[in-house]
T-cell receptor, first 111, second 115 residues
């Protein structure tokens, strides 16, 4: 069964705007990760946030985690055309193995 | 930089053929994974391995087997390919022994078409 679910499924914004994607999950986690996938390519790790962290930054990326709501958000600031990609959240369940991925948010940055 | 390579970017096979997908990583990672990715279904874990000659079933192992004879190489085998195995196959590796909890590094993917 799907652990993480991203929302929205698709998002189209103008270059320079901020993009926000959300991820909800069902059970307790050890950590949550965000990955990017450019069209037809493999996934690239963006950022990892642990269950005892609430916010993390990496360049133009900001990730928040609310374990009480079982949700996370990924904010990309000052978007660029090169940010056009699919974004996936992946969770590591407490006491379990491996990553469980959501179905992804497809982000399109309009020039 | 970690590099994960997959033997083919595109592959076309016939129903009933035995298919081998190869994955090699160059960072001495203990953990290796095989996923398939389908539209609307996201990534689903097929098999993973924590060490040489060790394998664990993922969420959808039926119709697949794997082999890990060397630490750097993890092979996915379709014993008798079927059309419903047409998909994008992604290999990944990660560094932590025993638990694939941390960052996974992905190969570029193999797009398999079974006719």
């Amino acid at each position: 069964s799907q652990q993480g679910e991203e929302d929205p499924q698709a998002l189209s914004i103008q270059e320079g705007e901020n993009a926000t994607m959300n991820c909800s999950y069902k059970t307790s986690i050890n950590n949550l990760q965000w990955y990017r996938q450019n069209s037809g390519r493999g996934l690239v790790h963006l950022i990892l946030i642990r269950s005892n962290e609430r916010e993390k930054h990496s360049g133009r990326l900001r990730v928040t985690l609310d374990t009480s709501k079982k949700s996370s958000s990924l904010l990309i600031t000052a978007s660029r055309a090169a940010d056009t990609a699919s974004y996936f959240c992946a969770t590591v369940l407490s006491g379990a193995d491996g990553l469980t991925f959501g179905k992804g948010t497809h982000l399109i940055i309009q020039p | 930089d970690v590099k994960v390579t997959q033997s083919s970017r595109y592959l076309v096979k016939r129903t009933g053929e035995k298919v081998f997908l190869e994955c090699v990583q160059d960072m001495d990672h203990e953990n290796m994974f095989w996923y398939r990715q389908d539209p609307g279904l996201g990534l689903r874990l097929i098999y993973f391995s924590y060490d040489v000659k060790m394998k664990e079933k993922g969420d959808i192992p039926e119709g697949y087997s794997v082999s890990r004879e060397k630490k750097e190489r993890f092979s996915l085998i379709l014993e008798s390919a079927s059309t419903n195995q047409t998909s994008m196959y992604l290999c990944a590796s990660s560094a932590y022994r025993g638990r694939g909890k941390e960052t996974q590094y992905f190969g570029p993917g193999t797009r398999l078409l079974v006719l």
